[in-house]
């Protein structure tokens, strides 16, 4: 007997947020002085461009896009939401996080999949924000519409928009898991920074020729003027952007299983079949639901999916619709923003510690001082005091792998401190054994003066050890004083060499010498004492 169809389920309203993290391409020489010169290049050039920067009016970034659903009582309850030094990160000024917003007339984005009507999605926030001491980036777009459809199409939003390229091709024109077009229009249906469909050859050639991955063009547009490649912006990750959506649907108690794990895992749509094996999804309502607000039967119907590079908010009753839709554009945005900063900060961190090994010691010092910077400024492991954003904030660090990159970053820190400080001790070392041998060198000055006496310059009379002032000094006393000094310096030195060298072919280049200028200054003096 066949198995009734299941019902399609209908989405009334869809939003997405990608959040693009990216990192300066940074020499291995530039210091953190150097690297936030950088950044506030790019950021004159991005004001140049139609990019403002927000500064003392961020908690109003969101509400000036025209929504009056947030205005000021959503701020506030965001800014409170907060610890004070998470306030401090996100809405004061200074920060070390600057924030820029695209006012360049952008209101909607035209997306094309090959079969069908484009799709329109209304663009409700395009920020940028830049992380000056870490040389990261990472761009925050919101997109919704209310004529998506059905959840079908929604999961096909959800796998192939956040593309930031195309993983593999189909034909030369057809990329595979990425939409066709992407037009950015403003009023009246113009396109704002017009782009061209990237194809097979300009992908193959660009990294052939760069050795890096290729950019769609419609987010090289959206993003200029900064520049994607080897000298400049590189991609953290793969072609996948992480992503936030909130999708009110009809009946949300009605999808299947297989469904939620295709919004889960942001994997594309295939019937309700479930898209893995039984054995593999075991645990995939413990690990990857959270279900504080869920509850069909007593008509809780609002169901959070977390992932590493997804959150997903899935409802339909009133509570959904107004607290959980601000918390998600508010609260959980900045929590999402906070988790994916820091996981571009650790890796940017990485990069520059890998080539510390070559670097001098203040060049390297200053990257072991950005990384107790970052565990000062930026290393927060809640964020609220809130339980359900503690919880929240924990799993999806825990997908993210958080704690596990921080401790591997730190490490390579400590090796690099450890490696440094052995070679410090290596050249005090070195430095302390150069000065045993000058000691030496003035030990022998001091033996051969004590022994021989100064009075070698001044002729005695016969017999007598006590000089005459009277007689004048000969050149031949000097040179007998000057022959039997040089002879004790070069015998004292090599029997310092002889007993502090750490090499063998000094140790008996010392003994040698250390004999020779014994048995020559024996014989100086006594010719001295001839004169």
């Given amino acids: 007997m066949e198995k009734a169809a299941l019902p399609l389920i209908e989405v009334e309203q869809f939003r997405e947020i990608l959040l693009w993290p ?38 109003d970034a969101l509400s000036s896009l025209g929504s009056p659903q947030d205005g000021a ?50 663009v409700e926030r395009c920020h940028l924000y830049l992380l000056p001491p870490m040389g990261v980036a990472l761009l925050a777009l919101e997109v919704s519409s209310e004529t998506l459809g059905t959840l079908d199409r929604a999961l096909t939003v959800l796998d192939t928009l956040r593309r930031a390229y195309p993983p593999y091709w189909i034909s030369e024109k057809e990329p595979g898991l990425s939409p066709d ?105 413990a690990r990857h639901c959270y279900d504080a607000f869920w509850d069909p039967k007593e008509g809780k119907t609002t169901r959070t999916l977390l992932s590493g590079h997804s959150f997903v908010m899935v409802g339909n009753d009133d509570f959904f619709t107004t607290h959980a839709r601000t918390h998600f ?34 060049a390297a010092e200053d990257i072991l001082k950005a990384a107790l910077d970052f565990t000062h400024r930026l290393w927060f492991p809640d964020l609220s005091n809130h339980s359900q954003s503690r919880e929240l904030f924990q799993h999806w660090r825990s997908f993210l792998g958080t704690e596990t990159l921080y401790a591997q970053v730190m490490r390579e820190a400590q090796d690099h401190l450890a490696f440094r400080n ?81 090499r063998r072919r000094w140790r008996e280049a010392g003994w040698v010498a250390a004999v020779l200028g014994l048995v020559a200054m024996v014989a100086a003096y006594l010719a001295q004492r001839q004169l």
């Fill in 73 to 122: 009582a959503d701020a506030y309850a965001e800014f409170v939401y907060f610890h004070p030094f998470i306030q401090d990160l996100l809405f004061s000024d200074p920060s070390p996080l600057r924030l820029f917003r695209l006012g360049a007339g952008i209101e909607r984005m035209e997306v094309s999949f090959g079969t069908g009507d484009p799709l329109i999605f209304s």
């Fill in 329 to 362: 554009r508010r609260h959980y945005f900045q929590m999402g923003l906070i988790a994916h900063l820091q996981i571009a900060a650790l890796l940017a961190l990485s990069h520059r510690l890998s080539h510390a090994s070559d670097l001098s010691d203040p």
């Fill in 181 to 285: 077009t992407v037009r950015w229009l403003g009023r009246g249906d113009t396109e704002i920074r017009p782009s061209e469909p990237l194809d097979r050859d300009q992908a193959i050639n660009w990294v052939r020729t760069h050795h890096t991955s290729p950019l769609a063009s419609h987010w090289r547009a959206l993003l200029q003027p900064l520049q994607f490649d080897p000298q400049h912006w590189r991609q953290l990750g793969d072609e996948r952007m992480p992503v936030m959506a909130w999708l009110k649907v009809k009946h949300p108690e009605a999808i299947s299983r297989g469904d939620w794990v295709r919004l889960a895992l942001l994997d594309k749509p295939d019937g309700h079949a479930l898209p893995y094996g039984t054995a593999y999804l075991t645990d995939f309502e």
């Fill in 22 to 59: 990216f990192r300066l391409d940074i020499p291995k020489r530039d210091r953190t002085e150097q690297i936030s010169d950088r950044i506030s290049r790019e950021a004159d050039r991005l004001k140049a461009s139609g990019w403002e920067e927000v500064t003392k009016s961020r908690l």
């Fill in 422 to 502: 052995a070679r410090s001790d290596r050249a005090a070392a070195d430095a302390a054994n150069t000065l045993s041998l000058v000691a030496t060198v003035g030990l022998t000055l001091s033996l051969v003066v004590g022994l021989l006496g100064i009075n070698v310059l001044i002729p005695g009379q016969t017999g007598s050890s006590v000089p005459n002032a009277a007689e004048p000094v000969t050149r031949q006393a000097v040179w007998a004083f000057v022959e039997t000094t040089i002879a004790g310096v070069l015998g004292c030195t090599g029997l310092g060499l002889g007993l502090i060298a750490t």
